[in-house]
């Protein structure tokens, strides 16, 4: 597994990094004892980038974690977490606290499910609007300074976002949905993070697994976040997108790849700062992604996809309206 280094200031991690919301949340039921040989594969085939959150599953996937990583070598793995989302008994998202207590508490309750004196990248998982970004890094930093968190990052902002919480404290990285029809981070974003020395990382990269080769018309309404929520799932929206993945496919396959890998290695062709996270829930997906390392795409393949399917080309947003407005990266900076 080769490496990439997350920004000018940040560790040295796996190429491809592991995201493990759907273990917990969202994607409807996983069985826990895959989870946990899909996590130990990962790391097994070099993947030290695992990314959690501590409202998936409400403190879930952190134990999950926690679980899997006993008895593994704590120094080779990276561990990034995003705080801040507030949720009720339903499971339902009430909102945001970035506070600087709010910061300080988080943490601690993160440590502990994680079984871990440290969190190697830690990230406020969304802009909170009645928080200065300042002084939420500054909270962070004041953490850094004393051992419990190694770098710091931040999720889902804009350019100008990114430039306020940078002058506080280095910034590792932004994560954020990036693939070949969420492109968003390309008018503007991507560019400070470069100018800046910060790094990417990537998620959605599947688009939820919309453009994984997997999806079909069929499962149009299933019971789980993407079928009740997402519009690019919905109605007419997908039959589009499916016919954007048949188009993707006629390449893949001259690739000799799949559909999943074409999009993995699309990302990963984007620039070395970039690493993106693919949200393996089983050993046989995982196996899928890890073949897009050996996947090389060449100039003439990128020009071709951009051709098939340029920017803009998905039918409906990435997240519902509600969610959109919640996401300081879709607001010009």
Known sequence: METRKLGSTGPQTSQLGLGLMGMSDLYGPA????????????????????????FYGMGHNEMLLGE??????????????????????????????SRPQA???????????LGTDYIDIYRPSRLDPATP??????????????????HVGLSEVNADTLRRAHAVHPITDVQIEYSMISRGIENGLLQTARELGVGITAYGVLSRGLISGHWTAQREGEQDYRGL?????????????????????????VKGISVAQLAIAWVMAQGSDIVPLVGARTRSRLQEALGALDAVLLQADLEALELIVPQGAAAGGRYN????????????A
């Open 321 to 332: 309206d509600y969610q959109l407005s919640h996401l300081d990266s879709e607001k010009a």
């Open 229 to 253: 929520h997402s519009p690019r799932f919905q109605g007419e929206n997908l039959k589009h997108n499916l016919e954007l993945v048949e188009r993707m496919r006629a390449v893949a396959q």
């Open 68 to 97: 899997a990583l006993q008895g593994r070598n704590r120094e080779r793995v990276q561990v990034s977490v995003k705080f801040g989302a507030l949720r009720d008994p339903d499971g339902g998202f009430i909102g945001y606290d």
């Open 133 to 150: 970004i300042e002084d939420t890094i500054g909270a962070i930093a004041e953490q850094v300074r004393k051992g419990h968190v190694r």
């Open 31 to 54: 069985d826990r004892a895959e989870s946990l040989a899909t996590i130990h594969s990962a790391l097994d085939a070099g993947v030290t980038l695992l990314d959690t959150g501590d």
């Open 103 to 113: 910061v300080a508490n988080f943490l601690a309750y993160s440590l502990r499910r």
